[in-house]
């Protein structure tokens, strides 16, 4: 079974919509599809173009789950299995389930690249996620608006996960802490010294609050 992302061959290609190769180069020389070229110059067709063909308005539900670190991978898997079941009770076709597993506060996660390259293709109908900050922990609104330019539905379901908020936001403080320290290290001004020095009381005392 193909993903919407798989970068087939001109023959898979053909096969996949019932057109001859030939048809395929006529679709592209006319605009109605493009193809990938590889380094040996070779097409490739991804999935949901050749989908789009006859349907060019034709868009998606999209479910994005994300936790902080590898080891919370169960977390993860039970998040997603929430948004798969409330997409089968509504019997919306889910195609895309993105994951990732990084800081609320990291705007460069794959997953997330990969939901904004979409809703840029038009390709999203909708967009569910449990809580707002499983997209960003800052910034969530950014995603939100450009849904709402692209017309894409955003659903945010509310049921709480194994995941407690307040953990995942000191983890996500103490990160932000650490790269000023970082930055500062750098530059061994007397402030800059007893700023790092604050920085690291407050990272004990957030960590005292956790345990």
Same mark, same amino acid.
């Given at each position: 079974m193909y993903r919407l992302e798989d970068l087939l061959p001109i023959?898979?290609?053909?096969m996949l919509r019932g057109v001859s190769?030939?048809?395929l180069r006529r679709w592209e020389k006319k605009g109605k599809i493009v193809a990938v070229r590889t380094e040996g110059s070779h097409r490739r067709y991804k999935v949901? *173009? !050749?989908l789009k063909v006859d349907n060019p308005?034709?868009?998606?539900t999209v479910v994005?789950?994300?936790?902080s670190s590898p080891d919370k991978?169960? *977390? !993860?898997a039970r998040q997603i299995g929430i948004l798969e079941l409330y997409c089968q009770k509504h019997e919306w076709n889910a195609p895309y389930v993105i994951k990732d597993i990084g800081s609320g506060l990291n705007y460069r996660k794959r997953g997330l690249l990969k939901l904004i390259d979409l809703l840029q293709r038009n390709e999203v109908e909708r967009l569910i996620i449990t809580d707002k900050d499983r997209l960003l922990r800052f910034g969530s609104e950014l995603i939100f608006a450009l849904c709402e330019n692209n017309g894409a539905e955003?659903?945010?379901?509310?049921?709480?996960?194994?995941l407690e908020p307040e953990q995942e936001l000191v983890e996500d403080v103490l990160s932000v802490i650490a790269v000023m320290s970082a930055r500062m290290y750098g530059k061994r001004s007397k402030r800059?010294?007893?700023a790092m020095q604050a920085l690291h009381e407050c990272a004990e005392k957030m960590l005292d609050v956790e345990t």
């Open positions: 023959g898979e290609a053909a190769v030939e048809t949901a *173009d !050749l308005e034709l868009r998606h994005y789950g994300r936790v991978k169960e *977390d !993860l955003v659903i945010i379901l509310n049921k709480p996960i194994a800059n010294l007893k």
